[in-house]
């Protein structure tokens, strides 16, 4: 064979795979019109176990306490003892358990733990029921945000 049918014959490849190539992407676009397209932004985000929205917002809000244990797959987020600075006498402990896929307010429950320095040693003290609401509206409001900027992007 001489180098220019060879060449010719290479020529040719490109040609004939682009056009099969082409073929196939039109093919594989008329059958994409039966399937609904995938919501990248949906309401039920499983890829680590839980509501990935409800998971971040959650690791958000309480980004500023320290974390004893963070687990995606379970749904858990337990925070160590926080004192704020401007009020060393009180600390505070939040456990976060996110209960569904779905971004729903019932799939979020909050337990928080309340100390007050007495004597130099911690005594548990109630925690108001306020507080948990708020963390809770917080965390939901910032779950909602992160989806609405999901479907934008």
Same mark, same amino acid.
């Given at each position: 064979?001489?180098? +220019? =049918?060879?060449? *010719?014959?290479?020529g %040719?490849?490109? &040609?004939? /795979? #682009?056009l099969?190539?082409? !073929?196939?992407? @039109? +093919? =594989?676009?008329? *059958?994409?019109?039966? %399937?609904?397209? &995938?919501? /990248? #932004?949906?309401?039920?985000? !499983?890829?680590? @176990?839980?509501?990935?929205?409800?998971?971040?917002?959650?690791?958000? &809000?309480l980004?500023?306490?320290?974390?004893?244990?963070?687990?995606?797959?379970?749904?858990?987020?337990?925070?160590?003892?926080?004192?704020?600075?401007?009020n060393?006498?009180?600390?505070?402990?939040?456990?976060?358990?996110?209960?569904?896929?779905?971004?729903?307010?019932?799939?979020?429950?909050?337990?928080?733990?309340?100390?007050?320095?007495?004597?130099?040693?911690?005594?548990?003290?109630?925690?108001?029921?306020?507080?948990?609401?708020?963390?809770e509206?917080?965390?939901?409001?910032?779950?909602?945000?992160?989806?609405?900027?999901?479907?934008?992007?």
């Amino acid at each position: 064979m001489s180098k +220019l =049918s060879v060449l *010719a014959t290479l020529g %040719r490849r490109p &040609a004939t /795979l #682009a056009l099969l190539g082409l !073929t196939a992407l @039109g +093919l =594989s676009a008329c *059958a994409s019109k039966d %399937r609904p397209r &995938a919501d /990248l #932004a949906a309401s039920q985000v !499983t890829t680590i @176990g839980v509501n990935s929205y409800l998971w971040r917002a959650s690791l958000d &809000a309480l980004s500023f306490m320290p974390l004893l244990q963070a687990d995606s797959s379970g749904g858990v987020i337990i925070t160590d003892w926080y004192a704020n600075p401007g009020n060393p006498g009180e600390r505070m402990k939040v456990t976060v358990s996110i209960l569904d896929q779905d971004l729903r307010a019932d799939a979020l429950r909050i337990a928080a733990s309340r100390q007050v320095a007495q004597g130099g040693t911690w005594v548990d003290a109630p925690v108001q029921a306020a507080t948990v609401q708020k963390l809770e509206e917080i965390i939901l409001t910032r779950a909602r945000d992160l989806r609405r900027s999901a479907i934008k992007g």
